[in-house]
């Protein structure tokens, strides 16, 4: 979304100048270089993603399946929201061994499935190759 947003960076003269992007702008701020913010950020947003579905009996009323949906319903929802957070990180110049520290904390935390993980680190690595071969195209 901060790629959208942008000012004009006019000069004093009155004529209008180069557009100055969000993104570029918040690109420099030291928060996106802090684990805590983005486990924080990321603890806040999973608890109102897991609000909005739908109302959870008591564990202890469940039936197996019950059980096993609701789990599987919260897998899901760590893996997607893992999954964009980490993307941030990247984009907002995180390093890669940050954001990869930060996948496997929260997958062991919410005890992530093997699977889960492996295609979570697997999006990193393809992420940083994109990165970095776009960098390598943008300097010749």
Same mark, same amino acid.
């Given at each position: 979304?901060?790629?959208?947003?942008?000012?004009?960076? *006019?000069?004093? *003269?009155?004529?209008?100048?180069?557009?100055?992007?969000?993104?570029?702008?918040?690109?420099?701020?030291?928060?996106?270089?802090?684990?805590?913010?983005?486990?924080?950020?990321?603890?806040?947003?999973l608890s109102s993603a897991l609000k909005e579905g739908p109302a959870v009996r008591k564990w202890h009323a469940?039936?197996p399946d019950e059980m096993r949906d609701a789990v599987l319903r919260?897998?899901?929802?760590?893996?997607?929201?893992?999954?964009?957070?980490?993307?941030?990180?990247?984009?907002? =110049?995180?390093?890669?061994?940050?954001?990869?520290?930060?996948?496997?904390?929260?997958?062991?935390?919410?005890?992530?499935?093997?699977?889960?993980?492996?295609?979570?680190?697997?999006?990193?690595?393809?992420?940083?190759?994109?990165?970095?071969?776009?960098?390598?195209? *943008?300097? =010749?």
């Amino acid at each position: 979304m901060a790629q959208t947003f942008y000012m004009e960076g *006019g000069n004093s *003269g009155g004529e209008r100048g180069d557009r100055v992007f969000l993104k570029s702008a918040l690109l420099s701020h030291p928060i996106w270089q802090s684990a805590a913010f983005w486990e924080e950020s990321f603890s806040s947003a999973l608890s109102s993603a897991l609000k909005e579905g739908p109302a959870v009996r008591k564990w202890h009323a469940m039936t197996p399946d019950e059980m096993r949906d609701a789990v599987l319903r919260v897998h899901n929802i760590v893996f997607s929201n893992v999954g964009a957070y980490a993307h941030s990180m990247l984009e907002f =110049g995180c390093d890669a061994a940050m954001a990869r520290k930060f996948v496997l904390r929260i997958c062991h935390i919410y005890q992530l499935q093997e699977d889960q993980r492996e295609s979570l680190v697997r999006m990193l690595e393809g992420s940083r190759s994109r990165s970095s071969s776009r960098s390598r195209e *943008g300097s =010749g």
